[in-house]
C-alpha cells in the first residue's frame, strides 16, 4: 500500500529552526510536496518538491532524496504565526496526491 | 491569492436530509477535486472532475455524488446525510502548471445529527 510517514506533533520556540520530516513508500515519484494549514482554514502551498536537493524560499527550505523516500521541511526564524499543521503530499505514478496526516507545530514564546 | 469559494462554510443538518455543497472557482482551472478532512487525519480524496462532463471518484468510498457542468462549478451532493458524513469538506483546483500546485476553498464543515 502507498503510506505517508511524519510527526505527529512538534514544538519548538520562537525564533528558533525546526525540522519536519515525511518519508513516503508510494506507487511511483511525480514530486512531493508542502502545505501549510492553519486551524479551521484551508491548506496553502508551501513548496514543490521533484529532484534531489534543497529548495530555499525565504525562510521555508524543503529537501528531498528520492532514493531514501524522504523529506524534510526547514523553517527558520520561527515566528508565533507559523504554528500550523504541515502536511506532506506525494503524486503518484498515476498523478494522484497520496496525503500525510500532517504535523502539527507549535511555537513557544 | 486563490480565487475558489465555497458554500456554505458551516451546516447542521439532521439525518436523512439532501445537501449539496457548492464549490466555484474564477481561475479557469480544468481539475477540481473533493477532498474530506477529519481533524488530525490526513486529507482523502472523494471525487475529482478533469474538464466539463467528466467525473471520477476518489480513493475514499463515498455515498455523495458530484457534477461538472461548467468548468468554474462542481458541486457536491449527498442525497440522505448520515452521522458519519460529519467531516470537513474541501474543493481545490489546479491549472496545467508544472508545478500541480492545488488551491484550496476555505471549506465546508459539515455536521449530521
Known amino acids: 500500500g502507498q503510506n505517508i510517514d511524519q510527526p505527529t506533533e512538534m514544538t519548538a520556540t520562537e525564533g528558533a529552526i525546526v525540522q519536519i520530516n515525511c518519508t513516503y513508500q508510494?506507487?511511483?515519484?511525480?514530486?512531493l510536496f508542502w502545505y501549510q494549514q492553519h486551524a479551521g482554514e484551508a491548506p496553502t502551498f508551501l513548496s514543490y518538491?521533484?529532484l534531489d536537493g534543497l529548495e530555499e524560499k525565504g525562510r521555508f527550505s524543503s529537501f528531498l532524496s528520492r532514493s531514501k523516500g524522504y523529506s524534510y521541511l526547514l523553517l527558520k526564524e520561527l515566528q508565533m504565526k507559523d504554528s500550523a499543521s504541515y502536511l506532506c503530499?506525494?503524486?503518484?505514478?498515476?498523478?494522484?496526491?497520496?496525503w500525510g496526516a500532517g504535523t502539527k507545530l507549535i511555537i513557544k514564546p | 491569492e486563490a480565487d475558489i469559494y465555497q458554500t456554505p462554510r458551516y451546516l447542521v443538518i439532521g439525518t436523512g436530509k439532501k445537501i449539496t455543497l457548492e464549490c466555484s472557482q474564477t481561475?479557469?482551472?480544468?481539475?477540481m477535486y473533493w477532498y474530506q478532512q477529519d481533524p488530525g487525519m490526513e486529507l482523502h480524496l472523494i471525487h475529482y472532475?478533469?474538464?466539463?462532463?467528466?467525473?471520477e471518484k476518489g480513493d475514499l468510498s463515498s455515498e455523495s455524488t458530484v457534477s461538472r457542468i461548467r468548468t468554474e462549478h462542481f458541486p457536491l451532493t449527498l442525497e440522505s446525510a448520515r452521522p458519519s458524513h460529519t467531516s470537513q469538506y474541501l474543493c481545490?483546483?489546479?491549472?496545467?502548471?508544472?508545478?500541480?500546485?492545488?488551491?484550496f476553498g476555505e471549506g465546508s464543515r459539515l455536521t449530521v445529527l
Open positions: 481545490a483546483s489546479r491549472g496545467g502548471e508544472d508545478t500541480g500546485e492545488l488551491f
Open positions: 481561475m479557469g482551472h480544468d481539475k
Open positions: 472532475s478533469y474538464g466539463v462532463n467528466s467525473t
Open positions: 508510494t506507487s511511483g515519484f511525480n514530486g
Open positions: 518538491n521533484v
Open positions: 503530499a506525494v503524486k503518484d505514478s498515476n498523478y494522484q496526491l497520496i
